[in-house]
């Protein structure tokens, strides 16, 4: 069976070997320097002012939503668009804050938000705030959709945790909106076994979010930072400051164990995102072009196409459950990532007006006849001679 993921770490035994020895050495475990040098190497890496590290890309996502919520940037009630397909923690948060969500629908050959799908929804309903995910590593045009958000003053987000490392147009995905989330969940780009990050230029989006990450306060901000805080709120004695909670947080911390975990892969980055860009040209060149079978997928429009995982779409749900039976035993496949949202029970549940707004979509046929295979950097020349062997024969 080729399963999706091979391992927790790119160079897994040496990247244990140095965890093991950090481990036996570390005085400190809990959110330390570790993540503190993670986040200048990450922030370094993605050409970002500021990174904030957080223990899962689901906590990137609440931990934004919340932070401009903190800040009066949105409130609640307020319509905040989303992609339809996408992962659920990218929808999720917006329900839970106190927003409403708004599916956009996806185009066929990209698999992501355009501008003229964003379009759609814009003209049609008052929305604050776009919350886009870049699917797998591809996007549509995000140059124009920036530009958009800028004439409409809408806030752009963008979930960036499938696309760590896609160049479009000469700029890294994640580096289009206001911020971005990133996971580094096992199977994802980078691991740290469970992990995230936000990266946004803003100083003060930045600093919401330390405090939203831990509890509220203001510990981990910088000392001007505080005491301009603690001049506001009169908070005089060391004794209150430490426990003195400015505005509504959780505890997304990361352990010094996520911290160095992550400069350790981040080393690999390169390599682990050139290995998976071979790799899916090898597959996707010869799979794609059965045009029988499967629909077209644009990637030609990209710089540098960074993903974990190949898509394909079929022409019919029939030739999509002949793969599905192929595939058994030999090769691990899933839906494309969590599929058409609207479709998911939470979102009947808890926005039932909006569930039907996208009628006949692109999202609802890539539900219903997509599905991808892994791509990651350790697949051998066998296995992917018989990945395209099943798909494209
Ligand atoms: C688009 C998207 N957003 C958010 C997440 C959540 O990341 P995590 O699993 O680190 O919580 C995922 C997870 O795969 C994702 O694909």
Request: glycine residues 8%.
């Given at each position: 069976m080729i399963k999706l993921i091979k391992s927790t770490f790119y160079k897994e035994e040496k990247t244990k070997r140095e965890l093991i020895k950090f481990i036996k050495s570390a005085k400190i475990l809990s959110f330390g320097l570790e993540c503190k040098k993670f986040e200048r190497n990450f922030a370094k890496y993605q050409g970002g002012k500021h990174c904030v590290m957080v223990n899962s890309?689901?906590?990137?996502n609440l931990a934004i939503i919340q932070s401009l919520l903190n800040l009066g940037k949105i409130k609640q009630g307020e319509l905040v668009a989303f992609s339809a397909l996408t992962w659920s923690t990218n929808a999720m948060p917006i329900l839970e804050l106190g927003l409403q969500?708004?599916?956009i629908?996806?185009?066929?050959?990209?698999?992501?938000?355009s501008s003229r799908t964003l379009t759609k929804i814009l003209d049609k309903y008052p929305i604050k705030m776009a919350f886009l995910t870049n699917l797998l590593g591809f996007?549509?045009?995000?140059?124009k959709i920036k530009k958009l958000c800028l004439?409409?003053?809408?806030?752009?987000?963008?979930?960036?945790?499938?696309?760590?490392?896609?160049?479009?147009?000469?700029?890294?995905?994640?580096?289009?909106?206001?911020?971005?989330?990133?996971?580094?969940?096992?199977?994802h780009h980078m691991s740290t076994i469970e992990g995230g990050a936000v990266c946004t230029d803003s100083e003060a989006l930045a600093t919401m979010l330390r405090m939203v990450r831990a509890h509220g306060w203001d510990r981990n901000l910088s000392l001007s930072r505080q005491n301009k805080l603690r001049n506001k709120f009169k908070v005089n004695e060391t004794f209150y400051s430490r426990y003195t909670f400015y505005d509504l947080g959780y505890n997304f911390r990361s352990t010094e164990i996520a911290g160095f975990l992550g400069s350790v892969q981040l080393k690999y980055i390169d390599e682990i995102i050139k290995k998976r860009q071979k790799n899916f040209i090898k597959m996707a060149i010869p799979i794609y072009s059965n045009t029988k079978k499967f629909l077209p997928i644009k990637y030609d429009h990209i710089d540098f196409l960074s993903n974990f995982a190949v898509?394909?779409?079929?022409?019919?749900?029939?030739?999509?459950?002949?793969?599905?039976?192929?595939?058994?035993?030999?090769?691990?496949?899933?839906?494309?990532?969590?599929?058409?949202?609207?479709?998911?029970?939470?979102?009947?549940?808890?926005?039932?007006?909006?569930?039907?707004?996208?009628g006949n979509s692109n999202a609802k046929l890539i539900h219903e006849q997509g599905l991808y295979f892994g791509n990651n950097p350790e697949l051998t020349e066998t296995e992917m001679k018989l990945i395209i062997k099943i798909f494209a024969q």
């Open positions: 890309g689901s906590s990137a969500a708004v599916p629908d996806v185009e066929l050959d990209t698999l992501n938000v996007c549509d045009d995000i140059d004439e409409r003053k809408i806030i752009l987000i963008e979930d960036n945790c499938e696309s760590l490392g896609t160049v479009y147009k000469g700029e890294k995905l994640g580096n289009f909106g206001l911020a971005s989330s990133f996971s580094f969940y096992v199977g898509p394909v779409i079929c022409r019919s749900v029939k030739i999509r459950d002949e793969l599905v039976r192929r595939c058994e035993n030999k090769v691990e496949i899933r839906p494309i990532v969590g599929g058409d949202m609207t479709k998911q029970p939470f979102f009947a549940k808890h926005q039932a007006i909006f569930k039907k707004i996208l």
